[in-house]
């Protein structure tokens, strides 16, 4: 398997692997950081972990001026994308016009070559997750994982018939979220690195099939809506602080208005309105354990008056943040545990 990437205006590689696409019981994992502020055209900040058969990529850009990212990939391969931060247009060998990349959205797909010219735009923080899995590696990945070929997606993958599924979308929900900041994370010795990153790939492989399954069952719709349902609830996680109304998202995503606003509910079991007002309450939520004051956390969610702020906590926690702190923040214990620095995990259970 072939991995290149290289930023086209400033002659700068990001990743240059050829890797052997069979999966070594033994081969430790290997890791290049790349860091590069020149202030002028392109901060770079890049992380590539790889061993035969895997190549993960993790890479933020702060755009100075527009920047093309050439992506190759030789070789049968599963990928997973996605954009944390910073829409970006993609043009893919092939086709016949540019398309978006999606914050917010994670894909998967199976190809024997990708061929990608992803066009960054100036002032933009963009950064992204690539992980690419030979289709030996993934056979060997999970050749005990039952499961797997309960996947249809996967399935098809590991058979040797050869055929290309069709690409899957999914929303980065926390489960995902969270295995993905641990399949990140530093945190583990050069001896059990390995295994732990591959237990991760595993449960991240799971979680989608979960999420995968969960929605087929909950909707029957065509696939074509429901991707563009995916995309109206990444585009609103994404801009929480200044939602779009009705009107702007349907024409955002190329949707209907009645027909988004009938698959979001199908899908979500609420309303768009309803979708919004319950996720800046949780982010809410968060802030105020971090012991936030209501003015920071107004501004921060893109309410235009602390006033109104208070009024919709009120309305959906039944008390005010003051009342909410007042209450997490009572009692001897917890602020002995806040004297040792303990208090935060433990207030997250409680609330």
């Not at 990212?69 to 993609?90: A, E, P, Q, W, Y």
């Not at 399954?213 to 809506?225: A, G, K, N, S, W």
């Amino acid at each position: 398997m072939i991995v290149r990437s290289t930023l086209l205006e400033v002659n700068k590689t990001i990743c240059d692997l050829e890797l052997e696409d069979d999966y070594k019981q033994e081969s430790p994992i290997h890791s290049k950081t790349i860091i590069s502020e020149d202030g002028q055209h392109v901060d770079i900040r890049s992380k590539t972990l790889y061993m035969p058969g895997l190549c993960i990529i993790d890479t933020g850009f702060s755009i100075h001026k527009p920047v093309t990212d050439k992506f190759i990939v030789k070789g049968d391969h599963l990928r997973i994308t996605l954009f944390f931060d910073g829409n970006s247009r993609v043009w893919e060998k092939g086709a016949d016009d540019f398309y978006d990349l999606q914050s917010g959205i994670m894909s998967r797909h199976y190809q024997k070559e990708l061929h990608w010219n992803i066009e960054m735009t100036p002032k933009r923080e963009v950064s992204y997750v690539a992980i690419f899995m030979s289709r030996n590696y993934v056979k060997q990945l999970l050749i005990n994982e039952h499961w797997a070929h309960h996947d249809p997606f996967l399935d098809q993958v590991l058979d040797s018939g050869g055929y290309q599924p069709e690409e899957q979308r999914y929303f980065i929900d926390i489960p995902i979220k969270k295995v993905l900041n641990e399949l990140l994370s530093d945190d583990h010795d050069h001896a059990t690195k390995r295994h732990y990153l591959e237990l991760k790939l595993k449960e991240m492989l799971l979680l989608l099939h979960a999420q995968k399954q969960l929605t087929d069952r909950e909707t029957e719709m065509p696939h074509d809506v429901y991707d563009k349902v995916v995309s109206a609830k990444a585009y609103l996680l994404t801009n929480l602080n200044q939602p779009p109304t009705i009107k702007q998202l349907a024409r955002i995503i190329a949707l209907n208005e009645l027909k988004l606003k009938q698959a979001f509910k199908r899908v979500h079991g609420t309303t768009i309105h309803a979708f919004v007002i319950r996720k800046r309450m949780e982010n809410a939520r968060k802030m105020l354990v971090e012991n936030r004051s209501v003015n920071d956390m107004s501004s921060k969610l893109g309410y235009h008056s602390v006033s109104h702020f208070i009024e919709t906590f009120k309305k959906y926690y039944g008390e005010t943040p003051k009342q909410a702190l007042n209450k997490l923040f009572s009692g001897k214990n917890l602020l002995c545990m806040l004297a040792m620095n303990e208090a935060l995990p433990y207030l997250m259970v409680m609330w």
